[in-house]
C-alpha cells in the first residue's frame, strides 16, 4: 500500500515538474521472442534510486562488525598461547633495545630535547597494539617524520618566537592525529591507493639522503655555523667547506659508523658461511645499535668523568628521569594557526610511510592489513601520545625489519617493548648523560641508510615503467634541491597528472575475427579429447596487432559495415570525446555515407559541411564506391564499470552524428560485457539497449530479429545431448553461419533465422549447408534445439536485446539485423 502511494506521490511530483519519466524507456517488446512457449524469459528490471541506497546503506550486521572490527585484537587475544608469548618477548626484547637509542637520537632531529622520544617511543608501542592489524609494524618515532617536525618547529619559531618548540610539536600530533582518526573511522583508507610507488620511494630515498647530509656536521664535530635544515645540495657543500673545523667528535662519529656497518656485515657473511647458525648472527646484528652505543658511552663515560663541565666532545647531556613534561597539550586557534600550512605534508608523511611498510611487511609474511583499521591505530596514537610529551610518530621502516626478523607472533610484542622503554626512562637517564652526540648520528645515519633505493631497484623501474622511473629520479632530485614537502608535492602531483593524461588519452582498439585451434603436441585437439574443449572458435584480437600479437595472424573484419570497438580505460568524462573521436574518425575513413547527398537543396548544408565541386563530387563517389555503408557498431564494455552524465552524452552526440551520416538507415549500437547495472541504467537512459526505429519504403515498422543468449536452467551439461553438434553450441561455428557468405548469401540469411530464436520463422531452403548436413537432418537439429530451449533460460534480460553478454552474441545480432532497411540491403555483402 505505501509503494502504491508512494509511486503515485512520485508520478505527480513528476508530472508537475514537466518530468516525462517514460521518455527513456525502451519499446514493450514481446516477451515470446523465444521460439519454445516452455522456454525461461527474463525481464531485466532497471535498478533505482532506492536500490543504490539500499545497496550502500549498512546492514545490522555490518553495523555491529564495524564497532567490533575497531579492535581487531578481540579476534585473537583468546588464543593467545606461551609460544606466541616467546615469540613476542624476544621481538619485544629486542626491537626495545633498538629504539632507546634511536628515539633519542630522532628527537634531537626534531630539536626536542632527547627524553622527548623516549616518550614517543614508549607511547606508540603501547598503544598502536589495541587497533594494530599488523604484528610486524612498530609505531614510534621515526627520521623522516622527526626531520620534519623539526622543519615545523623551526619555521614556525621564526615567525612566532613566543611559542615552545614542545608545544608545536604536541599540537602538531594531536591535529594530524585527529585528521588521520576520523579518516579511519569513515573508512578512507583507500586514499593511500592514489600515492604511487614511485612517488613513496622518491620520497624516502630524497629524505634519507637529506638526513644523512644534515647529520654529517654532528658526526665530524664541525664547529663552523650554518644550517643543516637547508636545501641539501647546499649542506653538504656547506659540510665540505668547512671539514678543517672538524674535532675529535669525528673520532666517536666515524668509528661508531664503521662498527655499525662491520658488525653487520661480518654477521651477515659468518651467517652465510654458517646457515645452521643465522639465528644467532641475526640477533647479534640486530643488536649492533645497543652494543655500540653502550661501548662508546663507557669511552665517553671514561674520559669525561671528571669534566662534565668541560667534556672533550659533545655529549648527550641530562636525561629526566620518569614522565616530567606530562601535562594536558595546548591546542589553540593561535597555535594552529601557526603551522596550518605544513598540515598536510605532516598528514601524508604519517600515512605513507606506515601504510607502505605496513603493506610491505604483510605480503612478506602472508596477511592482509585494513588501511583504516591502522588509520586509526596511528591516529590514536598521536591523539594520546601529546599527552605524556610524545611528538608525531609512524611506523619505523627498520624496527619493522627487526620485530619481522626476530620472531614476532602478535601486535602484543609491543607491550614488552614499552616495558623495556620505561626501564630505560626510570633507570638509564644517567647513563645517557655521557651518550656522544656524535656517536648518535652515526646511529641516525647508519639507520635511514637502508631507506635509499639502489640502483638495482630504479633499473627494475626503468624495465617495468619507464616513466615511473623518471618520475622516481626527478622527485630525488627535487628533494635535494629544495625540500622534503616540496618533493612529497610535487611527485604526487605529477604521478596524479600522468594517471589523468592516461585515462584522458585511452585510445580503444577495433576488433577483428580470426579462428583458432587448440594444438596438443603436435596435432589439433579434437571434442572428443577434452569434453570441454572448443575447437576450432571465434577469438578477437586488435585489427592492428597492437596488442603484440603475431602480425602475419590475418584479423578479418567481422561484418562490412559493423564495427567492433573495444574501450581500454574505462569510460568517463576525462576520456570519452577522445574514444568517440577516434572511433568517428575510423568510420569515417573505412565506410561512405548511405545516400551521398543528402540535402535536397544547398542552402539545406549545414556551414560545416560544404558541397564538394562537381569535378571532385564524382570523383569521391568512384573512391568510395567500393566502401560498405555504416551498419552496426558494437562497443566492447569490459573495461567500463561506471559512466557518468558526459560520456552517456558523448554517445548520445556520437549516435546522432553516425545516424544523419547513415541516413535513411538508423545505426545498430550494441553492448558486450557490461558489468555493472547501473550502467545499464545509465545507457537506456540515454536510449540505448534497444533497435533504433526503422521503417521501410512504404512507411511501415521494419521488423527486426531477437536474437539471445540462453544456458542451462540448472547448470547441468547432461541437458545438451551428449554427441557434440557445434551448430548447438555457443561460440563454435555459428559465427561463421551468420556472416554473409559470398557463396550462398541467401541460405547464409535464412540460416541465421532457423538458428537463432528469431521472431519471423522460415523454412530452410534445399541448399546444402557448410557442413553439407541435408534438409532433414537440420529440420531434425531444430527439433532438437527446441526440446532442449525448454530446459534452458534467456541470460540476459529480453526488454534489452541489444545488451549482450559476450561479442560473439552481439555480432551475430547486429549482422541478423543489418539487412533490414530498404535500398541496402545487400549493399555490404556485395
Given at each position: 500500500m505505501s509503494d502504491t502511494k508512494s509511486s503515485k506521490l512520485g508520478h505527480g511530483l513528476a508530472k508537475g515538474l514537466g518530468i516525462d519519466l517514460n521518455e527513456t524507456?525502451?519499446?514493450?517488446?514481446?516477451?515470446?521472442?523465444?521460439?519454445?512457449?516452455?522456454?525461461?524469459?527474463?525481464?531485466?528490471?532497471?535498478?533505482?534510486?532506492?536500490?543504490?541506497?539500499?545497496?550502500?546503506?549498512?546492514?545490522?550486521?555490518?553495523?555491529?562488525?564495524?564497532?567490533?572490527?575497531?579492535?581487531?585484537?578481540?579476534?585473537?587475544?583468546?588464543?593467545?598461547?606461551?609460544?606466541?608469548?616467546?615469540?613476542?618477548?624476544?621481538?619485544?626484547?629486542?626491537?626495545?633495545?633498538?629504539?632507546?637509542?634511536?628515539?633519542?637520537?630522532?628527537?634531537?632531529?626534531?630539536?626536542?630535547?632527547?627524553?622527548?622520544?623516549?616518550?614517543?617511543?614508549?607511547?606508540?608501542?603501547?598503544?598502536?597494539?589495541?587497533?594494530?592489524?599488523?604484528?610486524?609494524?612498530?609505531?614510534?618515532?621515526?627520521?623522516?617524520?622527526?626531520?620534519?617536525?623539526?622543519?615545523?618547529?623551526?619555521?614556525?619559531?621564526?615567525?612566532?618566537?613566543?611559542?615552545?618548540?614542545?608545544?608545536?610539536?604536541?599540537?602538531?600530533?594531536?591535529?594530524?592525529?585527529?585528521?588521520?582518526?576520523?579518516?579511519?573511522?569513515?573508512?578512507?583508507g583507500f586514499i593511500v591507493d592514489f600515492i604511487p610507488l614511485p612517488a613513496i620511494t622518491a620520497f624516502m630515498t630524497g629524505s634519507a639522503i637529506s638526513i644523512c647530509a644534515g647529520q654529517v656536521k654532528t658526526l665530524l664535530g664541525e664547529t663552523a655555523k650554518f644550517s643543516t635544515r637547508g636545501a641539501t645540495y647546499r649542506v653538504i657543500i656547506d659540510t665540505l667547506k668547512h671539514l678543517p673545523s672538524a674535532t675529535m667528535d669525528a673520532s666517536m662519529g666515524m668509528t661508531a659508523l664503521a662498527m655499525l656497518y662491520g658488525i653487520r656485515s661480518a654477521c651477515n657473511f659468518v651467517a652465510r658461511r654458517n646457515p645452521q647458525r643465522a639465528k644467532v648472527f641475526f640477533f647479534i646484528s640486530t643488536l649492533r645499535t645497543a652494543f655500540v652505543i653502550l661501548f662508546y658511552t663507557m669511552i665517553s663515560a671514561a674520559v669525561n668523568l671528571h669534566r662534565r663541565d668541560d667534556p672533550a666532545f659533545k655529549i648527550l647531556g641530562e636525561v629526566p628521569r620518569g614522565f616530567t613534561h606530562a601535562k594536558v597539550p595546548r591546542v589553540d586557534t593561535e597555535i594552529i594557526r601557526a603551522f596550518a600550512n605544513e598540515i598536510p605534508a605532516a598528514v601524508i608523511v604519517l600515512l605513507i610511510e606506515h601504510i607502505a611498510i605496513s603493506k610491505s611487511f604483510g605480503r612478506v609474511n602472508n596477511y592482509t592489513i585494513n588501511p583504516s583499521q591502522e588509520f586509526i591505530a596511528i591516529g590514536i596514537t598521536n591523539l594520546l601520545g601529546p599527552f605524556l610529551g610524545a611528538y608525531p610518530a609512524t611506523g619505523s621502516f627498520s624496527r619493522t625489519a627487526i620485530k619481522s626478523k626476530s620472531g614476532v607472533r602478535t601486535p602484543l610484542a609491543g607491550v614488552i617493548t614499552a616495558v623495556v622503554v620505561l626501564l630505560a626512562i626510570y633507570a638509564l637517564p644517567a647513563v645517557f648523560f655521557y651518550i656522544p652526540s656524535a656517536s648518535l648520528a652515526g646511529v641516525i645515519i647508519h639507520a635511514v641508510g637502508d631507506l635509499i633505493t639502489p640502483p638495482s631497484v630504479t633499473y627494475q623501474f626503468w624495465r617495468v615503467a619507464p616513466l615511473d622511473a623518471i618520475i622516481f629520479l626527478a622527485g630525488v632530485i627535487i628533494i635535494i634541491f629544495t625540500e622534503i614537502e616540496i618533493g612529497i608535492y610535487c611527485t604526487i602531483c605529477v604521478s596524479a597528472a600522468v594517471l589523468l593524461f592516461r585515462l584522458a588519452k585511452a585510445r580503444g582498439q577495433f576488433m577483428g575475427r580470426v579462428r583458432i585451434h587448440s594444438v596438443i603436441g603436435d596435432h589439433l585437439l579434437e571434442d572428443d579429447e577434452d569434453p570441454y574443449a572448443i575447437s576450432p572458435r571465434t577469438i578477437y584480437l586488435p585489427t592492428t596487432h597492437s596488442d603484440g600479437s603475431n602480425p602475419d595472424v590475418k584479423v578479418?573484419?567481422?561484418?562490412?559495415?559493423?564495427?567492433?570497438?573495444?574501450?581500454?580505460?574505462?569510460?568517463?568524462?576525462?576520456?570519452?570525446?577522445?574514444?568517440?573521436?577516434?572511433?568517428?574518425?575510423?568510420?569515417?575513413?573505412?565506410?561512405?555515407?548511405t545516400t551521398q547527398d543528402i540535402y535536397e537543396s544547398p542552402g539545406d548544408r549545414p556551414w560545416n559541411d560544404p558541397a564538394p565541386r562537381r569535378s571532385k563530387a564524382k570523383a569521391n563517389i568512384d573512391n568510395t564506391s567500393h566502401l560498405p555503408t555504416l551498419k552496426a557498431v558494437i562497443l566492447d564494455f569490459s573495461s567500463v564499470n561506471n559512466v557518468d552524465v558526459t560520456s552517456i552524452q558523448n554517445l548520445i552526440d556520437v549516435r546522432n552524428q553516425l545516424d544523419r551520416y547513415a541516413t535513411p538507415d538508423k545505426v545498430q549500437w550494441h553492448f558486450a560485457h557490461i558489468n555493472n547495472k547501473w550502467t545499464k541504467r545509465a545507457l537506456v537512459a540515454g536510449g540505448f539497449g534497444f533497435p533504433p526505429s526503422v521503417s521501410n519504403s512504404e512507411g511501415s515498422q521494419q521488423p527486426w530479429k531477437a536474437i539471445f543468449t540462453v544456458a542451462e536452467v540448472d547448470g547441468s551439461p547432461d541437458l545438451v545431448t551428449n554427441k557434440r553438434n557445434p551448430d548447438l553450441e555457443s561460440g563454435s561455428d555459428d559465427i561463421d553461419n551468420t556472416l554473409p557468405s559470398k557463396q550462398y548469401p541467401q541460405a547464409t540469411e535464412r540460416s541465421i533465422q532457423s538458428q537463432t530464436l528469431g521472431i519471423e520463422k522460415e523454412q530452410l531452403s534445399d541448399v546444402p549447408s557448410r557442413d553439407g548436413s541435408t534438409v532433414a537432418e537440420r529440420r531434425e537439429t531444430g527439433n532438437n534445439r527446441k526440446r532442449i530451449l525448454g530446459t534452458m533460460a534467456v541470460v540476459e534480460g529480453i526488454n534489452r536485446p541489444f545488451f549482450h553478454i559476450d561479442i560473439t552474441s552481439a555480432l551475430q545480432s547486429a549482422v541478423a539485423n543489418s539487412h533490414r532497411s530498404s535500398g541496402s540491403e545487400l549493399d555490404a555483402s556485395k
Open positions: 524507456r525502451s519499446p514493450n517488446f514481446h516477451h515470446d521472442s523465444i521460439e519454445d512457449p516452455h522456454s525461461h524469459t527474463y525481464v531485466e528490471p532497471e535498478p533505482t534510486a532506492g536500490d543504490w541506497f539500499r545497496e550502500h546503506a549498512p546492514t545490522t550486521r555490518q553495523a555491529v562488525e564495524y564497532f567490533y572490527n575497531l579492535f581487531p585484537f578481540l579476534a585473537w587475544i583468546m588464543s593467545y598461547n606461551v609460544q606466541w608469548l616467546i615469540g613476542d618477548l624476544v621481538a619485544g626484547i629486542t626491537v626495545g633495545a633498538v629504539v632507546v637509542p634511536q628515539g633519542m637520537a630522532y628527537a634531537i632531529l626534531a630539536e626536542l630535547p632527547p627524553e622527548y622520544g623516549l616518550y614517543t617511543s614508549f607511547m606508540g608501542v603501547l598503544i598502536y597494539w589495541f587497533f594494530a592489524t599488523s604484528k610486524d609494524i612498530t609505531i614510534g618515532p621515526v627520521a623522516v617524520m622527526s626531520t620534519l617536525v623539526g622543519g615545523i618547529i623551526i619555521s614556525t619559531k621564526e615567525n612566532h618566537p613566543e611559542l615552545e618548540g614542545t608545544d608545536i610539536a604536541s599540537a602538531l600530533a594531536i591535529i594530524c592525529g585527529a585528521i588521520v582518526t576520523f579518516l579511519g573511522f569513515i573508512r578512507f578479418e573484419q567481422p561484418s562490412p559495415g559493423i564495427f567492433i570497438y573495444r574501450l581500454s580505460d574505462g569510460l568517463n568524462y576525462p576520456n570519452a570525446n577522445h574514444y568517440t573521436d577516434h572511433l568517428v574518425d575510423h568510420i569515417f575513413k573505412t565506410t561512405r555515407r
